[in-house]
């Protein structure tokens, strides 16, 4: 950003926010740039998820959705599994009650990013729900994404936008009550502690506890995030921040339901099924910390290096209820048990070293980017093993059965299952030309070095290898409103699962292609997106059967994926705020058969917000989802579980009693669908109908 803009942004800050310290027009002229870098900053971020590079949505070759933090507010999406459920063609796999994947266009989202810098890839599978609270926003980058990751598939990138300290104190507080005996506390309060605004910090508290409809569930969470940002000096800023979710699970499913019976129709239950045993429970842990320094080199260049740490913690004794025939639909009986418990600890450190600006090259100013990154991480996995002769390795009662029908196990002493080390080491890169006036093209690099080594139960295993992926983008403006993309990228992904030796797959690889065109309309106010996207993955980790032990094992399979988006989002007149997104695919293999059944070929979203003209105090919105009909051919007892489509509708109203005060009711699943959760491996039925007051005050 040039000087000339960081003091223009400075001034209209001060300006509007009202601050205690902020000062007239005149006195800021006077001032050094010493005093501004750090609150035009806070003002003006721009999110460089996609490239690297400081473009707009509208510009990005790319499909990108955000969550805004009103959003979740207001649909009261209080974790990330909720809040994504508001995003054009993200499937939310919930297919145990502490275990969740993301999926887009067919595929698994690996690939996490905070504040546009990319994170080690081992990630993919969220254990517990994680709270939302924190985060200003997320955006989610479909297709491949591996210049900026440096490792990628072709489903797309998760960006949370982390809170940050504001130019004016400010806070909110918020109390909210639900069904299934849901209460839940929200605190975010943020203040400048020098009088020019040089240094800043926020903190943000969320803690919450529920029961549920599933017999036995219970969950708890605790969440805590601060944040402290300041100018060193003329040039140069730094932001320190830290985050500790602390989450237990009662009464939690694994494995979820088995939902075939013995003469080869599917099991039906009521929502309430659970194959948990009372002593059964999973608490996680998940801490992180960071730590962003930016030196202004020149007017137009900016060095940028960051720091990352995450680390994730858990305890468990879960239950398996599993049958190689089925359930017999007379007596319930055929499920037998297996305990387990897999205390794990995985821990990652990032460093990034990041150079942007913008360049004059032929008379025109074009942007560049370049970055080196190191992430490093271990995982490690416990096992409590317990005696074969014990009454919960034995057939159990018939389903559904109580949560006292076993006793919990004796356990014997935890000792190592699995260890991996693995570092990636990379070098990326990426220039956007301003060709014409209307010509814009993207190009860039991704060189990375992967390394992983360790043993699973007592194979070991060493893998080293390296990989160059090119990107490249081109945007056109056709006229005034409409642009026309093209976007190109390698797909290069280390995976993390085991085939059934024990051994770790082989990285996939392939190509994603996307074009398109967006629009924007009613003076910029909405944005339209069609994008036609088409993905050629090679050994991709395909789920193939169980252990003996519980452990899954899986198979490299290619798979081609080809689909259309179309998503609008923006605003419709002064108070109506719309999303709506419809995603159509194809899954197939190298043999051109369908694969992956179990994931809907065809989803449709809505988000529909508006305040009362008359009255713009009252707002009140709906938000929608429908998928098409899935299958999937349970690999034990032969049987297909089908799930038919469905559509699940969510409301809310919203009373802004004061300009402090407000109050807000959810309703969530209205019409009172009946459904499972995934077929993904295995899954259980979602919530009934449910109900969320709260209340809120800003100060």
């Known amino acids: ?43 003006d971020r721009v999110s460089k998820g996609a490239t690297g590079l400081d473009m707009d949505i509208a510009e990005t070759p790319q499909s990108i959705s955000v969550v805004s933090a009103e959003q979740m507010n207001d649909f009261g999406a209080d974790d990330i599994n909720e809040a994504l459920r508001l995003v054009t063609g993200i499937n ?41 609270f924190g985060y200003e926003k997320i955006e989610v980058i479909r297709g491949a994404n591996g210049l900026l990751t440096g490792v990628g598939n072709s489903s797309g990138t998760i960006n949370y936008v982390r ?70 000096g003329e040039r140069s800023t730094l932001t320190l921040g830290a985050s500790y979710q602390d989450a237990n699970t009662d009464g939690n499913m694994w494995g979820a339901l088995v939902l075939a019976y013995t003469d080869g129709t599917q099991a039906e239950f009521g929502r309430s099924a659970s194959t948990a045993l009372d002593w059964t429970f999973w608490d996680t842990e998940n801490t992180t910390a960071f730590a962003e320094y930016t030196f202004a080199l020149a007017d137009a260049w900016d060095l940028k290096l960051t720091y990352n740490y ?25 499920l037998w048990g297996f305990p387990g418990s897999w205390p794990t600890e995985d821990e990652a450190h990032m460093f990034e070293l990041s150079l942007s600006g913008r360049f004059e090259l032929f008379g025109r100013e074009h942007e560049a980017m370049l970055g080196l990154n190191h992430s490093s991480s271990e995982h490690l996995q416990l096992f409590r093993p317990v005696d074969v002769n ?96 093209g ?52 050994d991709l980790a395909t789920f193939a059967g169980q252990h003996p032990d519980g452990q899954y094992y899986y198979e490299g399979v290619d798979v081609n994926s080809r689909g259309i988006e179309l998503e609008v989002v923006g605003r419709i007149g002064e108070h109506v705020n719309l999303v709506l997104g419809y995603t159509t695919l194809q899954l197939e293999d190298e043999q051109d058969q369908d694969v992956y059944e179990w994931v809907p070929r065809r989803t449709a979203n809505i ?71 995934s077929l993904y491996q295995v899954g259980y039925y979602a919530a009934p109908r449910n109900y969320e007051f709260g209340v809120g005050y800003k100060f």
Do not use: C
């Open 1 to 43: 950003m040039r000087i000339g803009v960081r003091r223009a942004v400075a001034l209209a800050v001060a300006t509007a926010s009202g601050a205690s310290y902020a000062q007239s027009p005149t006195d800021l002229a006077g001032q050094t740039l010493e005093t501004l870098v750090i609150t035009a900053k806070r003002a």
């Open 92 to 132: 939310v796999e919930e297919w145990e009650t502490n275990r969740t994947n993301y999926m887009a266009r067919g595929f698994e989202i690996k690939n996490t990013q905070v504040d546009g810098v990319g994170l080690p890839n081992d990630w993919g599978i969220v254990h517990g729900a994680m709270d939302s």
């Open 163 to 232: 809170k940050r300290p504001t130019n004016s104190a400010q806070g909110s507080i918020g109390l909210s009550a639900g069904s299934f005996e849901q209460r839940r506390v929200e605190a975010d309060y943020s203040t400048p502690f020098t009088a020019d605004g040089k240094w800043a910090g926020r903190l943000v508290v969320a803690s919450e506890d529920q029961d549920s409809y599933v017999r036995g569930l219970s969950n708890d969470r605790t969440f805590v995030y601060g944040v402290v940002d300041g100018q060193l």
């Open 310 to 334: 995450r680390k994730y913690q858990d305890d468990s004794k879960l239950f398996f209820a599993f049958t190689n025939e089925g359930i017999d639909r007379e007596t319930g009986l055929g």
């Open 390 to 485: 014990d009454p919960a390795w034995g057939e159990l009662p018939p389903f559904p059965y109580p949560g006292d029908a076993f006793a919990e196990p004796v356990w014997g002493a935890a000792q190592v299952d699995s260890r991996t080390e693995q570092t990636l080491k990379r070098a990326f890169g990426a220039t956007r030309f301003n060709v014409t006036d209307k010509l814009r093209a993207i190009v860039g690099f991704n060189y990375s070095e992967y390394q992983r080594d360790g043993h699973q139960s007592l194979v070991l295993f060493d893998q080293r290898e390296s990989e160059l992926s090119p990107y490249a983008g081109l945007t056109y403006q056709l006229l005034g409103n409409l642009m026309v993309y």
């Open 487 to 538: 976007s190109y990228s390698d797909i290069y992904q280390p995976q993390d699962q085991y085939d059934i030796n024990d051994r770790y797959l082989v990285a996939s690889k392939g190509l994603n292609y996307e074009v398109g065109l967006k629009a924007e309309w009613l003076d910029e106010r909405l944005l339209t997106t069609l994008a036609l996207f088409e993905a050629e993955q090679e």
């Open 607 to 677: 988000a529909l917000s508006a305040r009362l003209p008359s009255f713009t105090a009252l707002s009140f919105g709906v938000n929608g989802r429908w998928q098409s009909d899935i299958s999937k051919l349970d690999e034990y007892t032969n049987v297909v579980i089908r799930q038919d489509s469905y559509t699940t509708l969510n409301a809310f109203a919203r009373w802004d009693v004061t300009q402090n005060l407000h109050v807000r009711a959810n309703v969530r699943n209205i019409t009172d669908e009946k459904y499972i959760t």
